[in-house]
């Protein structure tokens, strides 16, 4: 059995990053850069009013002005003022051909079509937005590797960009395995439990921008499971299985992917939960048989499944690793990493109640998994251990 961090090394070593696609800018969020975005235009594209006002050539800002016309904004065509000319002006219009500075209306006088300037603090230039200061054409606007984030894509619409490059989002398939498994909302006949583990996944991916999902229900049957699994690795970036990896006589999962020719990285990581834990590839494909506990389920999750997945979209890893003190002594037994679900606050994490496998509700509670390392028993309250903080 191989350790947690040798199973982490050895997923990193099989991510190969999707190639780029290029989409919609308004499709585009939350993705990162695959090209540099150079601007088209000067932005603004003309030299343009900060302030509802009076524009005027500032030489004249001690003259009484007389006003010759208004430009609004989306004014289509320009006027020209003159020594001694003022226009009216609003926020965001262009200036008139001649004016080189705007004052505030509230700093004026006015009496009929002649204007007199109160502005002690008037300067050239004052509230105009010069063409091209946000950017000039041909300026690279945001460079490759860049994160999307809503600021940047209101900042690529605003010059102009309709369509961007950007490493993909993976498409991910869910195989849950296990013919006790029954639809929430259903009745639990004897024997039967709900199916939680899509659900749990689907809701993590969702959270991650991750929208092409698809979820197939393999029962406890090999030729099922055969089917399901060859469908899923044609159609999808990374196949997510949960259940089925174990020892049991109805643990399929090894000889299903054995069967779709997908190469075995590894099988088995000394931690608690998911210690039947199954990694392999096919070609470029990811494909993750998680131990069907759900707590298992979601713990390999965000250990090993999120940050592969980020990594294939050239992303940093959302769940960010700290460290904290231990609120509680806590024991394990030697030999398995352990990951506990916690509540970090401020420095300090505690452990939650229910940590066994096959339960969810304190994960339901927890903002964190602490790690306590394979090679430590004892861990005494004051500890300083690493947490890894989940998305919330
Ligand atoms: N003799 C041994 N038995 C087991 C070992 C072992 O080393 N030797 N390991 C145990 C550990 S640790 C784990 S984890 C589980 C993993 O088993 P599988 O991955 O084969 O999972 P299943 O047996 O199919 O299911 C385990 C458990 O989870 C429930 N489950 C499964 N799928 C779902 C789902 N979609 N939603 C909700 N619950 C689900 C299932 O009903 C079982 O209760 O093996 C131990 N056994
Ligand atoms: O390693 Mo298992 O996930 O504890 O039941």
Request: aromatic residues 8%; proline residues 5%.
């Amino acid at each position: 059995m191989i350790s947690v961090n040798e199973a982490k090394h050895l997923i990193s070593q099989h991510l190969v990053t999707l190639n780029p696609i290029s989409v919609d800018l308004a499709k585009a969020s939350g993705h990162i850069l695959a090209d540099n975005v150079y601007a088209k235009y000067d932005i603004p594209a003309f030299n343009q009013s900060s302030m509802d006002g009076y524009a005027l050539k500032f030489a004249d800002h001690q003259k009484v002005l007389s006003l010759i016309g208004e430009m609004a904004a989306g004014t289509a065509t320009n006027i020209t003022i003159q020594n001694g000319e003022t226009s009216r002006i609003f926020t965001g219009a262009p200036l008139p051909e001649g004016a080189d500075t705007v004052v505030m209306q509230e700093k004026i006088t006015r009496i009929d079509e002649k204007i007199t300037l109160q502005d002690p603090n008037l300067k050239p230039g004052l509230n105009v937005r010069d063409k091209g200061s946000e950017i000039k054409a041909g300026a690279v606007a945001m460079e490759k590797g860049d994160f999307l984030s809503p600021a940047a894509i209101g900042f690529l619409a605003g010059i102009g960009i309709n369509e961007v490059r950007v490493y993909p989002v993976p498409k991910i398939s869910i195989i849950v395995t296990g013919k006790e498994l029954q639809q929430p909302g259903k009745v639990l006949e004897f024997g039967q439990v709900y199916e939680s583990n899509s659900y749990s996944l689907s809701a993590a991916l969702k959270q991650e921008g991750i929208e092409q999902i698809a979820v197939y229900e393999a029962d406890d049957d090999l030729e099922i499971l055969k089917k399901a699994l060859q469908t899923a690795i044609e159609s999808s970036d990374v196949v997510l299985l949960t259940g089925g990896v174990s020892v049991g006589d109805y643990d399929f999962v090894i000889e299903a992917a054995s069967h779709c020719s997908i190469k075995q990285i590894f099988h088995k990581v000394k931690q608690k939960p998911g210690k039947p834990l199954f990694f392999g590839t096919k070609d470029r494909k990811l494909i993750f048989g998680l131990p069907g506990n759900p707590s298992s389920v979601l713990s390999c999750y965000y250990n090993y499944v999120l940050p592969a997945i980020k990594a294939l979209s050239h992303q940093s890893n959302s769940v960010i690793e700290m460290q904290a003190r231990l609120t509680h002594t806590y024991s394990k037994p030697l030999g398995l990493t352990h990951f506990l679900k916690g509540k970090y606050e401020n420095g300090l994490v505690t452990p939650l109640h229910a940590q066994e496998s096959y339960r969810l509700s304190s994960f339901a509670q927890a903002n964190c998994l602490i790690c306590l390392d394979e090679t430590k028993e004892h861990f005494k309250e004051g500890d300083i251990q690493t947490v890894l903080i989940l998305p919330g």
